[in-house]
T-cell receptor, first 118, second 113 residues
Framework: AQKITQTQPGMFVQEKEAVTLDCTYDTSDPSYGLFWYKQPSSGEMIFLIYQGSYDQQNATEGRYSLNFQKARKSANLVISASQLGDSAMYFCAMREGLSSGSARQLTFGSGTQLTVLP | SQTIHQWPATLVQPVGSPLSLECTVEGTSNPNLYWYRQAAGRGLQLLFYSVGIGQISSEVPQNLSASRPQDRQFILSSKKLLLSDSGFYLC????????????FGQGTRLTVV
């Protein structure tokens, strides 16, 4: 089974509007972390935001916020006031905790290609 | 501050030729190291990870191998490349911490012809 699912292969948003990129995850580990990365056409992976499974509040970083719904196992990324430079591939990723016996590797979803329209 | 270097940035290799991609990390000790591969327009697939010198775990059986000869050096190799080995290869490191992101190198775009 997929551990990270991103159901939107592509999304379009008008400049200055907000957009939500969906991410659902699957884990039985009570301790985990959720991450969002941005990958522009250059290929570099840019870390955007982190949410821990025990965090009580939704994470925010500037124009990025994470809508964390633990019971539904979703961690959607919200980008407010979209800019042309936000056009890129966006990846949701998860790192599971000690009980999984993992080496802290990130497991990635298939990504969402966001295009911001002028 | 910590930095990660990965090279080369691009590589075109014939089928059957060997491969060696190198990744080094500076400014930290005993990092967890990872090799990912990304097919065009797809997500990242974990290939190998290492929690220490000489300790390599493979996630996907394939034509590739990895080695960690030094604490902050991670090498991805192949003895004979296949066409299906083409892709974008990313090296990454992270501290052994649940709540810290992984830091990625700039990537190597490999085309096997």
């Amino acid at each position: 089974a997929q551990k990270i699912t991103q159901t939107q292969p592509g999304m379009f948003v008008q400049e200055k509007e907000a957009v939500t990129l969906d991410c659902t995850y699957d884990t039985s580990d009570p301790s985990y972390g959720l991450f969002w990365y941005k990958q522009p056409s250059s290929g570099e992976m840019i870390f955007l935001i982190y949410q821990g499974s025990y965090d009580q509040q939704n994470a925010t970083e500037g124009r990025y916020s994470l809508n964390f719904q633990k019971a539904r196992k979703s961690a959607n990324l919200v980008i407010s006031a979209s800019q042309l430079g936000d056009s890129a591939m966006y990846f949701c990723a998860m790192r599971e905790g000690l009980s999984s016996g993992s080496a802290r590797q990130l497991t990635f979803g298939s990504g969402t290609q966001l295009t911001v329209l002028p | 501050s910590q930095t990660i270097h990965q090279w080369p940035a691009t590589l075109v290799q014939p089928v059957g030729s060997p491969l060696s991609l190198e990744c080094t990390v500076e400014g930290t000790s005993n990092p967890n190291l990872y090799w990912y591969r990304q097919a065009a327009g797809r997500g990242l697939q974990l290939l190998f990870y290492s929690v220490g010198i000489g300790q390599i775990s493979s996630e996907v059986p394939q034509n590739l191998s990895a080695s960690r000869p030094q604490d902050r050096q991670f090498i991805l190799s192949s003895k004979k490349l296949l066409l299906s080995d083409s892709g974008f290869y990313l090296c990454a490191w992270s501290p052994d911490s649940l709540n810290t992101e992984a830091f990625f190198g700039q990537g190597t775009r490999l085309t096997v012809v």
